[in-house]
């Protein structure tokens, strides 16, 4: 088990150091149950954040530093697209980019150690595992040979309560790879069968790869920023109660 900081429950835990209820909004706005989990652990950090609005969505850079000055963890980078509401995902698929690296033994940035987090929200329950396909342009230029070849990965429902909604991951970069030349691709959400033919399409829509490669270009300029930032981190970051562990 990884543990990585669960960014979208930031807001919460630093609104309420105390916090002992968590309470995740559903992805169709309706309310949902309380987790329920143990009370947070919390201490003084330093937050050193650089946000860039980009055309197709927003890309930030957090660092952490204790109380004392000294690095205590980061890179964290966070991408939403365009119009992203945490409270309102969009429906049924909503796209997030996660990735955590130190900085002083990965000065490059490698795409395909950034995650895709594929985010599945349906009218109905979702199979117990499903299948989500990133399918390129049909059929294929310039002869118009017929074949076709997709890029999937597995999706779950977040569990026996929450049916209708569900995840998946995939590395960017071979998201990238396989979007190579084409802005945007098709995708498709399907229940998988042991029996030919008997495959079943759930949702389906389009997924902005121009986008993505966008927030990977602005990368290297924030952590420039950055850099800049927390030479005085303790003069030029915000003071901040975090919590020393959050499962991601």
């Not at 002869?143 to 960017?172: C, K, M, W």
């Not at 902005?208 to 981190?233: C, F, H, S």
Request: charge should be negative.
């Amino acid at each position: 088990m990884r543990f990585r900081p669960y960014l979208t429950l930031l807001p919460l835990l630093l609104l309420a150091p105390g916090l002992a209820d968590a309470r995740l909004p559903p992805r169709d706005g309706t309310q949902t149950q309380s987790l329920n989990p143990a009370p947070a652990r919390l201490s003084w950090r330093y937050r050193c954040e650089v946000e860039r609005q980009l055309k197709g969505g927003t890309v930030a850079l957090t660092r952490l530093y204790t109380d004392e000055g000294e690095l205590d963890g980061g890179d964290f980078m966070r991408w939403n697209p365009a119009g992203h509401d945490p409270a309102q995902p969009r429906r049924p698929l909503d796209v997030e980019l996660s990735y955590i690296w130190p900085p002083d033994s990965q000065p490059a940035i490698e795409p395909r150690a950034i995650e895709v987090q594929l985010r599945v929200g349906l009218d109905a329950d979702l199979p117990e595992v499903a299948l989500i396909q990133m399918q390129r342009p049909f059929p294929v230029e310039p002869h118009g040979v017929i074949g076709s070849t997709a890029l999937s990965t597995q999706v779950f429902p977040y569990a026996a309560h929450d049916p209708r909604n569900g995840h998946g991951e995939l590395p960017l970069g071979d998201l990238l790879a396989y979007a190579e030349g084409y802005d945007a691709l098709d995708w498709m959400l399907i229940r998988p069968s042991d029996k030919l033919g008997g495959s079943a399409e759930l949702a389906r829509g389009r997924i902005d790869i121009a986008a993505l490669r966008e927030a990977v270009a602005a990368l290297p300029g924030l952590r420039n920023a950055l850099g800049v930032k927390t030479v005085k981190p303790k003069a030029r970051c915000e003071r901040v109660l975090w919590p020393d562990h959050i499962l991601y």
